[in-house]
């Protein structure tokens, strides 16, 4: 009698190719994941290399590390799917979906890194809100040529490819494999990639060099094209101050009274005081009133006190002859927020608000209301106005003249070309030189002019960038820096270079301004449109941090104040001045972000702004003595460092008070308005 065989059971189909497909893809993942590493060891080292050492060198690479193993391990049962669907249709069309999908990924993470080397800038999101010929002009600027690109994308298709028959050399045990798809699974709703970004070896530099550049750029993506729905606030009604005096002035926040919220989400009375007139001589005839925005100048080199020492010897020395605010803050870290803040008061809708373009609402500012009152108006700038829309900002603002690269006369020299072919256009004394022969003093009429500057931008090459080397030398040796401070300010000597040339413009700009007839009644203000991220940033608010200077003949008397004031104060002070001294019309109802300038000493803040670090990051809060940075909490000191808080009261009031100006911005962007027709016919056609 025969026995009978024993039949196996036969796996399910799908089961089979679960099984088949984790023992094929962990080592896979595994290759990719020590290729990232790989690149975080370089990125490090290299940084040092450049830089000659880094304080946080350690500590920015562990936490380096920690960074990129967390943004593979969220990504990696994503992958892993990936790798199964693909496998159904062959073990070989998933080994070669695999091949290209790792090669991308690793062109995308050496070219993101190449471009925070040559920027010092995060790219994120705001790259989907940039015109084709912004992003052109800002990668030239960065010195990221095309041919990087080209080499980069071959090293790691050569390097994913090349590494291709490893995975038939990693012999794993079955089970291994399955525990570590099931370890990638079970990752997910810890989100482990946004948990570790909050990681904070050292300074913002440190901090955003350690940050792993795709997640950073892939996470920015996705909010940007990701719908938002209208936040709501339930905890604060205030986000702009006013100027009581006495101990509890630190603590006071105006409450806007609106006007009609649901049509118009800002109108308010304009009730700015005018804080400025006591400064100022009383004249028969209206002032005229020159802008200066300087790209990049921020406080941490510029003047005495600065973090970085003072690298703006002329800018100081103006500064003890006017009113000087040492804790101004810009609306963004990038120049795109800056004409509308400044010039507009100005929410930033989605992107800023000049991004809007051509849907760009009604609305009044410094430039439409002077014009009004019979102003000429005038806008300078060394490079292409149509960058971040500028020009059109301008235009919908009826300005009268807009002078930029596509209009320079001949006999002007353009800034050094990169070594990509780039150059931003003219330097800051060609546009101060033209601005002068320009403008035209013999008529009547009193002007508005707002010059904005290029030059101390990347790639930081200017004329005579030898001399201003040896300049650099000469600045090092009077401010008496230590041994190590100036050989970590030589590592960034073209920046360096670049800031002492500007404020040599600056000098040789007031110098030929004095001997124009219309000196003496011409009202000058200096600030930088945000600090220059090309050096190492200290801290969240370190990129808002810049200088503000209002310099005039028509002072009676001079000053420095310590009150944290911004961009969003600048418009609403000028106006209430001119309508106090000189009787300028403007409306009674505003759509301000803005509650005025504070000329209190001391340190305080009585306001509370909304900043933005980019066109797609919308993160950052201040309010009072408190900054918010996405959800983590500071106190600032009178230099405005930040110290860690933990106090739930204080955040969550923040948190509210930011979520309800979110709102007002997102009702904006959805289509509400900012002033009412009449009023904006009234003020810019005069019906």
């Not at 030398?473 to 300010?489: F, S």
Request: with cysteine; net charge neutral.
């Amino acid at each position: 009698m025969r026995t009978p065989y024993k039949t196996e059971k036969k796996e399910p189909f799908f089961y089979r190719k679960l099984k088949s497909a984790c023992k094929a893809f962990v080592p896979w993942f595994l290759i990719l994941t020590g290729l990232f590493l790989v690149f975080r060891l370089l990125e490090t080292g290299y940084d040092s290399y450049l830089h000659h050492g880094n304080k946080f060198f350690w500590s920015v690479l562990f936490t380096g590390l920690l960074k990129d193993l967390a943004f593979l391990t969220g990504i990696g049962f994503l992958l892993y799917l990936l790798y199964l669907v693909c496998g159904l249709a062959g073990r070989k069309f998933a080994r070669i979906v695999f091949i290209i999908l790792g090669s991308a990924m690793c062109l995308v993470q050496l070219g993101l890194v190449q471009y925070f080397q040559a920027s010092f800038n995060l790219l994120g999101g705001d790259l989907w809100s940039y015109k084709l010929s912004d992003i052109r002009q800002t990668i030239g600027a960065a010195g990221v040529r095309i041919w990087v690109f080209v080499v980069l994308a071959a090293a790691a298709i050569l390097i994913v490819w090349g590494l291709a028959k490893l995975p038939r050399k990693i012999r794993l045990p079955d089970g291994v494999a399955y525990l570590v798809v099931l370890f990638l699974l079970a990752a997910i709703p810890f989100r482990p990639a946004l948990r570790a970004s909050g990681l904070q070896p050292g300074n913002e530099y440190a901090n955003n060099l350690s940050v792993n550049k795709s997640y950073y750029f892939y996470e920015g993506t996705l909010d940007h094209f990701r719908p938002q729905e209208l936040l709501t606030d339930i905890y604060s009604d205030r986000y702009s101050g006013d100027y009581e005096e006495g101990p509890a002035a630190a603590d006071s926040l105006k409450v806007f009274k609106y006007i009609d919220e649901t049509a118009y989400p800002f109108l308010r009375a304009e009730d700015t005081p005018d804080v400025l007139s006591p400064f100022f001589k009383r004249t028969d005839s209206l002032p005229g009133i020159v802008i200066i925005i300087v790209e990049g100048l921020g406080s941490a080199f510029a003047n005495s006190g600065a973090r970085l020492g003072n690298f703006t010897p002329f800018l100081d020395s103006l500064s003890h002859a006017g009113l000087y605010w040492e804790n101004c803050l810009s609306t963004s870290g990038r120049t795109f927020s800056v004409l509308p803040s400044l010039l507009g008061s100005l929410p930033f809708a989605k992107n800023g608000f000049a991004e809007l373009g051509a849907a760009m609402p009604p609305h009044i500012s410094l430039l439409s209301l002077l014009q009004h009152n019979g102003y000429h108006t005038a806008f300078y700038y060394g490079g292409d106005a149509h960058f971040d829309n500028m020009d059109l900002f301008m235009q919908k603002n009826h300005i009268g003249v807009i002078r930029d690269i596509k209009s320079f006369p001949s006999g002007y020299t353009r800034l050094p070309a990169a070594s990509s072919g780039f150059s931003w256009g003219y330097g800051d004394k060609e546009l101060f030189r033209w601005y002068l022969a320009a403008e035209e003093p013999a008529s009547p009429a009193p002007r508005l002019s707002v010059l904005l500057t290029v030059a101390t931008h990347s790639p930081f090459l200017i004329n005579d960038q030898e001399a201003y080397f040896k300049k650099l030398e000469q600045r090092l040796t009077e401010l008496r820096l230590p041994d190590a401070e100036k050989e970590n300010v030589r590592n960034y000597k073209n920046q360096y270079a670049s800031i002492l040339y500007a404020d040599d413009a600056l000098r040789d700009f007031f110098a030929a301004c004095s001997r124009k007839p219309g000196f003496a009644n011409t009202i000058f203000l200096v600030t930088g449109d945000h600090q220059m991220p090309e050096l190492p940033l200290n801290n969240k608010i370190d990129r808002y941090h810049v200088p503000l200077l209002i310099y005039s003949p028509l002072l009676s008397r001079t000053e420095k104040f310590s009150s944290v004031v911004s961009h969003f104060d600048i418009t609403p002070s000028l106006l209430a001045f001119l309508k106090g001294s000189y009787g300028l019309q403007i409306p009674s109802l505003v759509s301000w972000i803005g509650s005025g300038l504070d000329t209190v000493r001391t340190f305080r803040n009585v306001h509370a702004y909304p900043m933005m670090q980019d066109k797609n990051d919308l993160i950052d809060f201040v309010e009072g003595g408190y900054m918010i940075n996405g959800s983590n909490l500071y106190e600032m000191d009178h230099r405005l460092n930040l110290i860690p808080a933990d106090s739930r009261e204080v955040g969550s009031r923040l948190s509210g008070a930011f979520d309800r100006f979110r709102g007002k911005n997102r009702q904006i962007i959805n289509g509400a308005g900012l002033i009412p027709d009449s009023i904006y016919r009234l003020y810019t056609t005069g019906k």
